[in-house]
């Protein structure tokens, strides 16, 4: 089920493509928010990997419809593809809301929820390159699974705390909603990269 054909090779190439996308638009973002003053020029750059993002997702669906024997179940191939472009669309919404809104400087748990959620993009990257061999890493795409579950369980906190912040702290009421929405999305992105996780220890139950 797992050995390397052309077919296999060429859905585990393109996800890992794809995570990798989504590692450095993560890393982008971080540096977009240490720099937040360029963030409307440096917004290109990641509508960039958005578009490359969605490349790789047309691919492995058009893979899907052409190879008869695939590495493991279309459906589950189909939502992983589908998730990992999801989490690439969501930072690029994060940033687009940012710049429309002219959200201005971000605020210390903004930040912090930023470097949680480069963690665990992180870890997303690791947990794809493991279904390359899924029997044989079993266990690192448990553990995998684990942190990316505690990594968006602390940014739902931070989320909370940041927009509680907002709320006794903003004396503009349009800023307050602003900075809400903003932190909204990237809690969403923070989900998504859960959702991959889940549906990779779904094919783990399945197969190893």
Same mark, same amino acid.
């Given at each position: ?81 589908? /998730?990992?472009? @999801?989490?690439?669309?969501?930072? !690029?919404?994060? #940033?687009? %809301? ?6 201005? &400087? ?77 932190? /909204?999305?990237? @809690?969403?992105?923070?989900?998504? !990269?859960?959702? #991959?996780? %889940? ?6 139950? &399945?197969?190893?």
């Amino acid at each position: 089920m797992f050995g390397f054909k052309s077919a296999d090779e060429q859905f585990f190439k393109l996800f890992e493509e794809a995570a990798e996308i989504i590692y450095q638009g993560a890393i982008l973002l971080k540096n977009m928010m240490d720099k937040y003053e360029s963030i409307e020029k440096r917004l290109d750059e990641l509508v960039v990997l958005e578009q490359k993002g969605d490349k790789v997702t047309d691919t492995i669906i058009d893979n899907l419809n052409k190879t008869f024997i695939t590495p493991f179940d279309r459906e589950d191939i189909y939502s992983i593809a589908r /998730e990992l472009n @999801e989490i690439m669309d969501s930072v !690029c919404s994060t #940033v687009e %809301k940012m710049v429309i809104y002219e959200a201005g &400087k971000p605020g210390d748990k903004f930040k912090e929820m930023v470097n949680v959620f480069v963690r665990a993009t992180e870890n997303v990257k690791s947990l794809v390159y493991c279904i390359r061999k899924i029997k044989d890493n079993t266990g690192a795409i448990m553990e995998l699974y684990h942190e990316i579950a505690k990594d968006e369980s602390l940014g739902d906190r931070i989320y909370r705390l940041g927009v509680a912040d907002l709320f006794k702290k903003g004396n503009n009421a349009i800023e307050v909603i602003k900075w809400k929405e903003v932190f /909204e999305q990237l @809690e969403t992105s923070l989900d998504r !990269c859960e959702k #991959v996780a %889940k549906l990779i220890r779904g094919v783990v139950v &399945k197969y190893a």
